[in-house]
């Protein structure tokens, strides 16, 4: 986790000095005691129309070319929203006043931390979807590509996040608690042959700071 | 039919059961409106308020959970339509059946959450709340319902609301999880504590688990709650099944723990999710014969935030420092606006110890109510310490106890029928406690039995106004030993007397006794360990001060409040290990070094030593400077990155504070660069970025005006011509709230086209920012600081 840390710190491979080192390590430790990981999910059947993709019992709407083409292969998908709950927020805005480099790196860290809560929840289902030679593409969330932001509060309604973990989003499409994600995964055959999408897929590249070193 | 309250008073009430979950089994959709069924299909609606009342139902919960302005924005439905038809159906269903049924009006969250974990202001919560309660008694409804509430402060501005807009009874439950606290933190204490202060008519639980689960949380609620407790558990906990959420517990089950409840002072029962008519038939069936019962409360003493309570069960240190009186600093800060330090000072004294923090801002410059609105909402967006608001002015209070969030000290009445008057009926209402002081209209008594007798009279007034006696602290006054000395022994009488006699907490403000003399500390310490023998509760403190908590901790252990010494143990063991106290010698003694190496703690020293050499600007602009400049650039050519910035910022930033010192004790010319408005965008929260710019541009000598985040046009604007600004720099990290960016720039450059705009945020580039009518774009901070000289110089 520390690697994803300093890659948000905008670190390329190159090693942290000292100092950074042991401010990561201590804000790791932090947000372990402060994240109050919360997660929900459920499974939906997908119908495919022109453009977009509807779910089977709900009123949400998949809409984009970008998530029509990452559920290209799969008829039923996983909706899923996970949370570092409420703390992580209010100690990010309490090193803000009092040490500022603490508040950079410790939300650096929570950045990590709710990346790889996710990471457990995929892992978890497809272990589960194993048994039916079943796995999950990638995750693809609100706001990647085309895939429109402004689904997250129906989004969580949909899957009942604000119930289940205390999600709710702003009028601006903010999730909160902020360190929180929704995302989207399709279920496929084990023997679908995937290549995961690298930072060459993505819209953003050449112009982000977080690229993987590819270019 | 009998009013509610009456009924009440006298018997076990039975609620209905779930809405929406009977709605979703009657085939409405995950994520569709349910409150649009009470137009689009009533005959639905009035069925299910049918079953519950042949189940047996008292009081009808209109399905209106999510019908505020917010959630039903582009249903194509007003609030006003859909709360009309729904209390129809309500209605058609009792008359259907021909059955008496109180009807409530059912209030859910808003669905955003409140500032500062969301966006909302109280001030909009309560206005959405306000629309609803309006409706509702307009259309006739018995009692108003607000429920499955997650956080403490939404709560209080639907409560407050409904008391506001009607004469209703309010029934109010927040949903709590298996760690005994609801999503946002809340606690059980605190939400008892606030909801029965602002004066609900029951408090309780619902939705979230079953009553199993339940168990432990409701009683505890039992245990404490002065006003009837309801119940509304889930049918069970909810688990998934093909993509639905099911409920396990049978009707014979669910109702078989509503009489174990009932029993044990339960005093209004319903079902959540997953219950339907049978559960409630069936709780009907078990509660034939059983009687109200009784139930033990011990009463909860103390103050709270939604996140902590202090419970006055032993001596609590109030923190004094928030007070602009001989305190100069301070006072600039609070006239310059200047929040931040009057926080940081916030956080310093609980750091040290303190439970409780005073606010003073008695300022002639400032205006006191609107900058105590603004500090409040600062200090708890940061810290969960209860606040004690400390002015004279009616106004100043009631905005003070508006805003907050939690349970509240008032500091102060005194025995001035005025003073009674005006204070008491505000701390009633907003559910505070209250300090009063033993003086009236005569001054204060040179007497201890004078005092005492003050004391006694607003007891006794506060007690007509329903105010508790828990809630209510006497401060007996401080006198200065150097103008009064045969009065301070008066003082800790008096406090021994109404420890006695009244039986309330007491107050003191310490220091008020050394006032004049020298060696301020000792006496003040002295005085503190004396009051405390005579029964002090409540020592008004610097914190900071080490041997004033010293005596305190020692106290604790010495009249046994402190079980086991534990704290005492736990602040004190490694003190034989400590050897004296060494100045940390710094490594360096090359400034420009230390900022590079970002050396925060050591860089004081070198740069007060410095100062005893350089004129302060030769140190800024032939030091300091050329450092950042160094620090900026490795940045650029990447061999340093973000945290090596910004401790290099945060070492600079502390140099200058010794500077800033220096350069207004000899009169130097101001080294502001000139001014520049900093603000996150409407609808935008992500405000590290625009600190960060903040503090670089701090660093170059730019003075800041930092707006915060969510930030209105208008607002942007308005600050830009009072503050005379020529650059303002805006920031948005979403898709979402670049809109506003593009709005805010607009309505600048309508206001003024000779203002300078340049924006930052992740979804940003060169091409986008000229689209929006940015004048410039930063890439990053270092970006910011360049575009400033080039605009500023």
Known sequence: MKQEVLRYLGYNNQLPDEKTSVLVDSCLEEIAGL??????????????????LALKGTNLILAGTDITRHLAHSSVCLLMAVTLGHKVDCKIRYYQKTDFSRALVLDACATAAIEEACNNVVQDLAQDLLKAGQKLTTRYSPGYGDFPLEIQSRFVETIEADRSIGLTVT??????PRKSVTAVAGVIDLDQDLTPPTCLDCRQYGQCHYSKGVE | MMEFREHLQTNIVILDGGMGTMLQKLGLKAGGLPEALNIESPELIQRIHSQYLKAGTEVLSTNTFGANALKLKGSGYTVEQIIAAAVENANQARKACNKPAYIALNIGPIGELLEPMGTLSFQEAYDLFKEQVTLGVKEGVDLILIETMTDLYEAKAAVLAAKEHSNLPILCSMTFEKDRRTFTGCTIPSMVMVLQGLGVDALGVNCSLGPVELEPILAEILSVSQVPVLFQPNAGLPSVVNGETVYNLSPQEFARYGRKFAEKGVRILGGCCGTNDEHIRALVQELQGVKVAAREVSPLVGVCTPTKVVPLDRVRVVGERINPTGQDK???ALIQGDLDYVVREAIEQVEAGAEILDINLDLPEIDV????????????????????????????????????????????????????????PLVKKYGAAVIGLTLDEQGIPEKAEERYAIAKKIVQRARDYGISKEDIYIDCLTLTAASQQEAIKETLKALELVKDGLGVKTVLGVSNVSFGLPNRELLNRTFLAASLYAGLDLPIINPLDQEMMDTIRASSVLWNADVGARDFVAAYEDTQAECPRQRKETSQD????????GLKDEVGLITKKLLTLNPPLVIVNEIIVPALDEMGARYERGEAFLPQVIRSAETAKNAFEILKEALKSDGSADISKGKVILATVKGDIHDIGKNIVRMLLENYNYEVFDLGKDVDPQTVVEEAIKHQVKLIGLSALMTTTVGYMEETITALKEENPKFEVMVGGAVLNEEYAKNIGADYFGRDAKDAVSIARKVLG
Request: hydrophobic residues 40%; without cysteine; glycine residues 4%.
């Open chain 2, 330 to 332: 301070l006072s600039q």
């Open chain 2, 369 to 424: 109510a609107e900058t105590m609105e603004r500090m409040i909402k600062e200090i708890q967006a940061v810290l969960d310490v209860p606040l004690q608001i400390d002015s004279t002015n009616p106004d100043v209070i009631e905005r003070a106890l508006r805003e907050y969030n939690g349970k509240a000290i008032v500091n102060s009445v005194n025995g001035e029928e005025a003073s009674l008057q005006k204070i008491l």
């Open chain 2, 590 to 597: 090359d400034l420009g070094e230390i900022i590079l190496r």
């Open chain 1, 171 to 176: 009028s601006a499409s903010i999730l909160i």
């Open chain 1, 35 to 52: 994240a109050e990981v919360r997660s929900t999910h459920r499974f939906y059947e997908i119908k495919k129309a022109e453009g977009y």
